[in-house]
């Protein structure tokens, strides 16, 4: 062979080589997508950096199902049509499941569970504030839960704060999620009360995930694990608390 042909194959060599490692050994690598804005799912920290309980579970679920993850910032509005596009290959943004959802996109199992969804209030206003002047947070199911019974109400966007119009009176009170009220309850302490009836609206919060992607196998799996374990629960009573629903 010349010195030419044991260049040629050694750098096939090589080119082999590293693909065989990379399909046999490398860390799958995958973007994940939050929106930074529902504490203490998701946040962005002092350091700038995003933190909350999605981000640590996140990053243990990769660790176990053997993934390269590299989060992103995406708005909550475009969120699943960016994940369709492939910009991204999960959301992980407090998303709960939903059967509109899943006609669009795939779910994990949940990672939080199934919690009726309150209403939250001023701590003097009692069970008349539902009554009243409403608010829920945009394209979410407190929103689209309104607008199917035809319910007037005050829509927030990513950069207001409901909890803020229901102090100022703005509003009387915002349809949430049980945990972020659990939450803001501690948050703000003798501030706010939950009131009138809970209102079932989901089946959990999962990642979502591309219809027929086998990312959500893995995750699964994964999920299924810290449950098992206890990592799961532990983290959740972490970051909201004793009265936080776990499984």
Wanted: hydrophobic letters at 45%; proline letters at 4%; glycine letters at 8%.
């Amino acid at each position: 062979m010349t010195a030419r042909g044991r260049v040629v194959a050694g750098l096939a060599l090589a080119v082999f080589l590293a693909a065989l490692t990379l399909a046999c050994g490398a860390p799958e690598p995958v973007v994940i997508a939050t929106d930074g804005e529902y504490h203490p799912f998701n946040f962005v920290n002092d350091a700038g950096e995003i933190d909350g309980l999605e981000r640590e579970m996140g990053d243990e679920l990769c660790r176990r199902a053997d993934l390269e993850c590299e989060w992103v910032i995406n708005e909550w509005d475009t969120m699943i049509p960016h994940l369709r596009a492939e910009d991204f290959d999960a959301i992980v943004a407090g998303m709960s499941i939903t059967d509109e959802r899943d006609e669009r996109i795939d779910f994990t199992e949940p990672y939080y569970p199934p919690t009726p969804s309150v209403y939250l209030a001023r701590a003097d206003a009692g069970d008349d504030a539902v009554h009243g002047i409403l608010g829920a947070q945009a394209d979410t199911i407190h929103s689209d839960y309104f607008l199917d019974s035809g319910t007037f109400f005050k829509t927030f966007r990513d950069a207001q704060d409901p909890v803020d119009a229901v102090l100022n009176g703005e509003v009387d009170a915002i349809l949430v999620d049980h945990a972020f009220a659990v939450e803001k309850l501690t948050e703000f302490s003798g501030q706010l009360a939950i009131v009138g009836p809970e209102v079932p609206l989901d089946r959990g919060i999962g990642i979502g995930v591309r219809t027929d992607s086998e990312l959500k196998a893995k995750l699964d799996e994964a999920i299924a694990s810290m449950k098992a374990d206890g990592t799961l629960n532990a983290l959740i009573l972490k970051w909201f608390g004793e009265d936080a629903a776990t499984f």
